[in-house]
């Protein structure tokens, strides 16, 4: 009847007519406005709470009379004395409708609501767990109409939530009964609403009304590092981050070596995956401790790695993964319970990992994927993540190509000589006056560079001890913008270059940083070996992408999203400098943070982002750098600093590399030396 | 094109024209004729054997020519001499179509086989289990095309068999590689092919083609013994059954003390589901070792049990069983992995229960039910399960009503002063001379009477050590056919009776079966107080089957069924006489054996099964008799032998029970006595 009160919910901005005397719930229900209720409309859970808004409102063409909605009653004083109701709040069970009303649903009391995200250029992440908390009143048991507690309970589900063939762990079977019995047949169950394999299943059962909450774990497993971010299901927020070292670096440094533990002992790959699943338990029960949260409410678990990770955690031998084709066991998503895994949270906690793309580019990638979401981008996005392996997306809403490429861990610092890992004490940013041509610096831990006054004393506690991945990166860089190093990658001498830092050292130079040897500390040098390595991890990065932008038909990108730890701190400037990424506007180089860990978080509070990644993943184009002759030619080419042949326009534009060549004679040029690092995975091939 | 030539397999009768070349397989497979085949037609397994039948159909209206099939080829030639063709047999899948032809299919080759049942009466069990093998090969992986080994055998499986959306189980990825690159890109799976709460998933891998078969379990776990049968999933053959004892017997020897152990100690019932767990698992190991089967082969299990060792079984306390309104945990059917219950058959063996039908009426009725199907019958039907609860079913086509009555031990031998449970030495078998009203029996173990010649020498090795349930049913019913006890249950004296076995015993009188006192031996002896036990529990059966007769509305019910290895032993005569069951031919009247272990075989051979007995028990009305008045009248008049006021014309038409009475005052008659037993149960309602 149009002469029934007209409703209208904000923001949705969806309106109807309801007859006088119909609760705000049920209005916004039947209109499908997104307002939360665990209690169904009992007013004991206080998630419908709504901000009735009264006076004239033109844009909507109404006038809310100050009796638009009921009187405030008796359970919302009751709760606004018990709790507190802020102020201009209703609670959308108990307020019902008079007349014209318009209504503005606060996030807070949304169920989809959206998760707000550092980054304000990067994809929202709606709420919609996999696991949600209903309470209901169940049918007491009759001898006469015998049933089970749980088909009663089930029957509940169905009539007061639409909830269709629940079915129950067997351990909810098993404490099901007090627990009905002590809430008087009232009780809150967490349900998993239930996915492809699974049907919708009970996975905790409480008496009453339960005040509380139910968490999930995005898990990052890194070859080095384990990450967790403990989310609360029902808010989104993460609770708690913590961090272990992955146990597994007792048995090799990186990946490959770790396949060839396993390769070479008979039960090594059982070993690593017992370290992997005791380092994450370690990991859970601290970040439990922390987040001040009871294991067992720890109901679902999201983990993202790289496919040898991913085989190792579930007890798979990476044997394959070490030798061309590098077969995946199983490239899908994985939908398994906590104890699979023995993992020390609820027992029968879900567990999802990511689909993996392809033999080298795992479920991380997928999860950086998600949470970058190339394929939504109207721009041409290179998104690459750093680490011991590059994993590389190029795409658009038109297509998205993935690879991977071994750029081993100079990045991380290995394998350079006076490099270590990011750590308080490493240097971490580096300048090169252009006059006297001798390098100043930055460590992590202390705020000023080394030629400000106080330095000293302010790193006398971590002291100056090396040189982290970013900080070798500006070296380098600095070193070629200041002419110090020629673009087939030697260092000159000191009186080519005009430094007094550099020395020669054997039948090359070396460029001096720091020297602490008369305070008992280390001399921190760059050699011509380092920048050779740091050529080739560069180059292999480089040629991935342009890999990819053959394979897309494109000389360009619009804009490269850096992603991964390292790739926060790395500098635009100087990466281009290196021709590590492509040529590209510097505000257009933007750092994704830990992507992989963000996608597994969105994964985790929001279960159609699963079924996106999945199709996404598989629509995704994989290209082997192994098997692609092009590879090998960029990668010569990208040897040079910045690119033998790749023109870097736009860098050009803003620094001019002085074009010096140390090389007196013979070959010297980056390409003859490549290849170490990279023979281990052609060996196989 | 009508050209084409005609085929018709027999016996299915199903026909259709088919081009010339078409392969017999492939024929069959377009008309849904059921030939089996795991290999794919690929000539390897040899399951689509078939046997063309050649000359003057007329029946048919065909005359098959000598050259109606393809000649015999070399894929045949070689699976013959290598294992044998039977004379007649080809291929299905070589035999190609040349002219018109009768093709009979032969018992061995359908898929969905009839499996042999003893009893003509019983109804046929069609082979369908859950598991089946697949023979399928893999595309080998691409670089090119990164998938996962899983991601392509599922893409095989979907191609060459359209099994859709199958998972593999953890162990399964964990064991795949290696398997599919010795099986050189061919293997053979096990599939489970799923159910209502899980996915499809495959269960077992192995390189080529697989020879052999996978097995399943058909477990009745009683209270007192729990038995299995070992089947083979392919065929349906029991390849080995075996029992033990429930070792749950030291914590209670029946049901209720077992759930007030539970109640009085604080760890009970997780002792007695581990205790059980034990017991189920030295089970599986000796009926593995017996039918020389790898344990791992076992892949799916049924069990059928009563409600209380159902929660035993699940882990889960049965304290409310033992208290009105006897609310079970879950009454529905429960699909499990053998992991949850620690069973050491296949880690991820499919499990499956029963549902149960009532607080007091288990899976174990529910297989009787699903074994006999009342629901399908044309008659009323009324089916006992007896054991220390009996379980009643009564119904036809419209309809199934069930309880269960407290029987009590009693006819297990228990309570009796000279019973003893069914063992060799154990009087089974009784007669009383009419003339000399002394008895002659039958030891279990022994095929001769007591009074025959060589009857020393033939039980000197058991002895004669008690009577066993059917021997105490035989003897209180003889003697009350032959006067020695009359309708009340009083035995009369020895003057009374004119039976010298007769003799005072206290205040009241003893009937001497056997005495074995001079031999060393045992004084075997039926008191009056046996009499009352053998009243109370033959009264509580037979005023169950009433109960659920006055609630179907009728007088008498046209056949009995006795289930249960007790029921087997029974005779029908004599248990009739004694008012244990109502009023019916004795033809009628007929044993079903173990048709809870029948019920669980038919439900792990064929899962369709399964649907069908979740449905008919959410269809049976369940009757609960503690709180039906009528079943306190129906007692007490059942507590007469025969009965107090239901006429027994049919027995009365057989045989002509003498009017005795030997009360010569006071009370005395059964019923002051009764409800010993019962008041265990009716003290918590």
Redesign the interface.
């Known amino acids: 009847m149009s002469s029934d009160p007209l409703v209208i919910f904000t923001p949705s901005g969806k309106r109807g007519r309801f007859p006088k005397g119909t609760p705000v719930l049920t209005a916004a229900r039947q209109l499908g406005v997104d307002l939360d209720s665990v209690c169904g409309g009992r007013g004991i859970c206080s998630k419908c709470q709504v901000s009735p808004g009264y006076g004239n409102f033109s844009k909507h063409g109404v006038t809310v009379e100050p009796d638009a909605l009921s009187e405030w009653n008796a359970v919302e004083a009751r709760y606004d004395e018990k709790r507190g109701l802020k102020e201009g709040r209703r609670l959308g069970c108990q307020a019902t409708v008079q007349g014209d009303v318009v209504i503005d649903v606060p996030p807070e009391s949304q169920v989809h609501k959206q998760v707000v995200r550092k980054r304000a250029e990067a994809r929202e992440i709606v709420l919609n767990p996999s696991v949600k908390l209903f309470y209901v009143e169940v049918t007491e048991?009759?001898?006469?109409?015998?049933?089970?507690?749980?088909?009663r309970l089930r029957k509940a589900l169905s009539e007061q939530w639409e909830l269709e063939?629940v079915?129950?762990d067997?351990h909810i079977?098993?404490m099901?009964?007090p627990v009905l019995r002590k809430g008087a047949w009232k009780v809150t169950v967490a349900v998993h609403l239930g996915d492809?394999?699974?049907?919708a299943r009970i996975m905790n059962i409480w008496p009453g009304y339960y005040e509380g909450t139910v968490y999930g774990l995005a898990v990052d497993l890194g070859s080095t590092t384990i990450a967790a971010h403990l989310c609360d299901l029902q808010t989104g927020e993460v609770v708690a981050s913590s961090g272990v070292m992955n146990p597994q670096i007792r048995f090799g440094e990186d990946l490959m070596s770790r396949v060839s533990y396993s390769m070479m002992n008979p039960k090594g790959a059982d070993e690593m995956t017992r370290a992997v699943r005791e380092g994450m338990n370690g990991l859970f029960s601290q970040i439990a401790t922390e987040g001040n949260v009871d294991k067992n409410l720890i109901v679902d678990a999201v983990f993202v790695c790289n496919p040898v990770m991913h085989h190792l955690l579930?007890?798979?031998?990476p044997?394959?993964l070490g030798q061309?084709?590098?077969?995946?066991?199983?490239?899908?998503a994985m939908r398994?319970r906590a104890d699979?895994l023995d993992l020390n949270i609820h027992p029968s906690a879900r567990v999802y990992m990511l689909p993996?793309?392809?033999?080298h580019v795992g479920a991380d990638a997928a999860a950086v994927a998600l949470s970058e979401a190339p394929e939504k981008s109207e721009d041409l996005m290179l998104v690459v993540d750093v680490g011991t392996n590059a994993e590389i997306l190029l795409g658009n809403r038109e297509k998205v190509l993935a690879c991977s490429s071994p750029t081993g861990p100079a990045f991380e610092g290995a394998q350079i000589s006076s490099g270590q890992r990011a750590a308080p004490g490493a240097i971490e940013r580096v300048e090169i006056d252009p006059e006297t041509k001798v390098a100043r610096f930055k460590v992590i831990g202390c705020d000023i560079w080394s030629d400000d006054e106080g330095f000293e004393e302010a790193v006398a506690s971590t002291g100056i001890t090396g040189i982290c991945g970013s900080g070798i990166i500006e070296m380098v860089a600095e070193m070629r913008i200041h002419g110090i190093v020629d673009a087939p990658g030697l260092i000159g001498t000191a009186e080519q270059t005009g430094s007094p830092s550099v020395f020669a050292d054997g039948r090359t130079n070396s460029y001096l940083v720091y020297d602490g040897t008369d305070k008992g500390g280390p001399k921190i040098t760059v050699t011509n070996r380092d920048i050779r390595e740091i050529q080739m991890a560069k180059a292999a990065l480089y040629s991935g992408a342009r890999l990819l932008m053959d394979k897309f038909g494109v000389d360009k990108v619009d804009r490269v999203v850096l992603a991964g730890a390292f790739g926060a701190h790395i500098s635009p400037r100087h990466a281009m400098v290196l021709g590590m990424i492509p040529d590209a506007p510097l505000d257009k180089v933007t750092s994704a943070g830990n992507a992989a860990g963000t996608g597994a978080r969105i994964a985790l509070l929001n279960t159609e982002a699963r079924a996106e990644i999945e199709a996404t993943v598989k629509a995704i184009h994989?290209v082997?750098t192994?098997?692609e002759p092009r590879f090998q030619e960029h990668f010569v080419n990208a040897s040079a600093i910045p690119n033998a042949v790749e023109p870097f326009p736009i860098l050009n534009s803003l620094v001019a590399l002085p074009d010096v060549n140390f090389n007196t004679g013979g070959s010297g040029g980056a390409g003859g030396e490549r290849g170490g690092r990279r023979r281990r995975r052609k060996a196989s091939t």
């Open positions: 048991p009759d001898m006469h109409e015998p049933s089970g507690d749980l088909e063939k079915t129950a067997l079977l098993q099901m009964q492809q394999e699974n049907a579930l007890g798979i031998d044997f394959e061309a084709p590098f077969a995946l066991a199983t490239s899908g398994l699979d993996c793309i392809a033999g994989k082997e192994a098997v």
